[in-house]
């Protein structure tokens, strides 16, 4: 007999649940309800409108109600509210936004995929400045016509998120002033504060104002005023904060709420009520790494749990492995990766870990597109287990990330990354990849074969005066190296090496952390027992260190920096 399946929300969850519905099942009534004037729309391509990378609003749109009807027999009624359920009768009321009317529509199965709303607090002020979010066609239709219009002389983004970098691009792109104004320490915060330093720079060489650790505390007409004093003088704010899940209906219904305050499902994707299923950003989700709850707002899960929905809604059985959170950003030339548990997440939890940072190239070095890739790897400690990875670079980051995103899926450790076969050649990347090339290190940290320094505890080292040994080349030193440094270049080390002293930690390094390695393991061969790898090398330091250098009057711990 066939079935009745109404869908809540016509965009990322709700299409793809209808779309794999008809799929299975032919003679069903599947019904999809858009509040919105648009269904299926591309909501990660929304912030390329404003630079005209996608130079029609309307290009954003994927499908329409026509489409819906002539290829999947699905009835998508746009600018149709769902204002309640109604649990014990099994029906839904709707809103006919356009004439006000309302009406009900029955169901056997009911699908909530109603997203999450941008966070706009109510700030002091707030109603004197022109506030913009950036969620749907309309939004950024509407954002992009007024700043058309008014031709403002800065527009300031507030809030460092993907959606916020991607919104200052591309306003930097269509050749607009932008300021970016971030609470935390820093932007993009699936990154830990020693990766994500090369990307406030590459932010602030592209002549965008970037605040961070500083809150908006209040408005005043056509400006910023922030925390610190600061005041932004700005005809256009852009507001990409946060999200929150979208769970009014649910909340109305009586449905349960998780912890997080999303909406509670169960490992196939139900509610509280059987008969209500909820996917996407309004739910809560299973945190394989944490075996913990958290919220996951990317489109890729939105669209896997509405399918495996679908799925379940026809007797398949769906096996839900958690989820572990994998993210891609471009931020101008920089391409910047990550999955998994950062430092930043770890810091709450009580899992024993380790970190491998390298720098290495991402293709053979003598081809003349070779890039520095920085890659940090992380692992459970003393299991080996990978809990996450963060790459940034100008070339290819995503293939990395991806493919320790798979190797955590798998349960992987760093052995296994050391092992893997990957591609090569030299157009694409290096005979010994960066991910062999972490696991190796990795291993290595695990047996105790050598110890580190993160870049991150340089500044205190210079400032404590500790031994910090640079074996660089002397033309590489000259260049530029860390106050206080001693150089012996690692070509002469095994003449030179008495020089050291044996009864302090001596801190090693070299541009990348490459050959101070082979400088370590010689001392330690020579009877040294207090010598550090500082990971991540000079170079590593010199972006950890640059931008706060630059931003507050502090006084730098390189002569010069090395930044190619
Ligand atoms: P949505 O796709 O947001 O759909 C929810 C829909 O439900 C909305 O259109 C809303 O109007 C409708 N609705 C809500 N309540 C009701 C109601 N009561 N009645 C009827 N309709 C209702 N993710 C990535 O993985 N990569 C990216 O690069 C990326 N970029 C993004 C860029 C931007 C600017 C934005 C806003 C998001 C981006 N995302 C990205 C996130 C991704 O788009 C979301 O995670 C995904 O769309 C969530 O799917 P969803 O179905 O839960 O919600």
Known sequence: MSKKYLIVGGVAGGASAAARLRRLGEEDEIIMFEKGPDVSFSNCCLPYHLSGQIKNAEDLILMNPAIFKGQYNIDARVNSEVMSIDRSAKEIEVKNILSGETYRESYDKLILSPGARAIVPPIPGIEKVNVFTVKNVVDIDKLNKFIKDVKPSRITVIGGGFIGIEVMENLIEAGHQVSLVEALPQVLNQFDDDMVQILHKEIMDNGVEL???????????????????????????????????????????????????????????????????????????????????????????????????????????????????????????????????????????????????????????????????????????????????????????????????????FGADVNSLRDLELCYAPPFGTGKDAINYSGYVASNLLHGAFKQVSMAEVRDLVENDAYILDVREMGEYEAGHIRNARVIPLSVLRDRYEEIPRDVPVYIHCRSGQRSYNAVLMLQAKGYDKVFNISGGFKGTCAYEYFNDKTTDREPIVTQYDLK
Not at 233 to 259: D, F, R, W
Not at 291 to 298: E, R, T
Not at 307 to 331: L, W
Not at 362 to 374: S, W
């Open 211 to 409: 605040v961070v650790g500083d809150r908006v505390t209040a408005f005043d007409t056509n400006k910023v005023i922030l925390d610190s004093g600061k005041e932004i003088t700005s005809e256009v704010i852009v507001m990409s904060i946060g999200i929150k899940p979208e769970t009014g209906l649910a909340e109305q219904a009586g449905l349960e709420l998780g912890k997080t305050g999303a909406i509670k499902v169960d490992s196939n994707f139900r509610t509280s009520d059987l008969d209500i299923y909820a996917v996407g950003d309004a739910i809560e989700v299973y945190n394989s790494l944490t075996q913990d709850k958290f919220i996951l707002a990317l489109a890729g899960p939105a669209l896997k749990q509405a399918r495996a929905v679908a799925d379940h809604i026809h007797g398949k059985a769906i096996h839900n492995t958690g989820y572990i959170g994998s993210s891609v950003v471009k931020v101008f030339g920089f391409n910047a990766a990550a999955t998994g548990l950062n430092e930043k997440a770890l810091a709450d939890l009580n899992i024993d870990y380790d970190f491998v940072q390298i720098i290495p190239k991402d293709k053979v070095g003598i081809m003349p597109d070779a890039e520095d890739l920085g890659f940090k790897l992380i692992f459970e400690k003393p299991t080996g287990r990978v809990l996450g990875a963060q790459a940034i670079g100008r070339g290819n980051v995503d293939k990395r990330t991806d493919v320790v995103a798979t190797a955590i899926k």
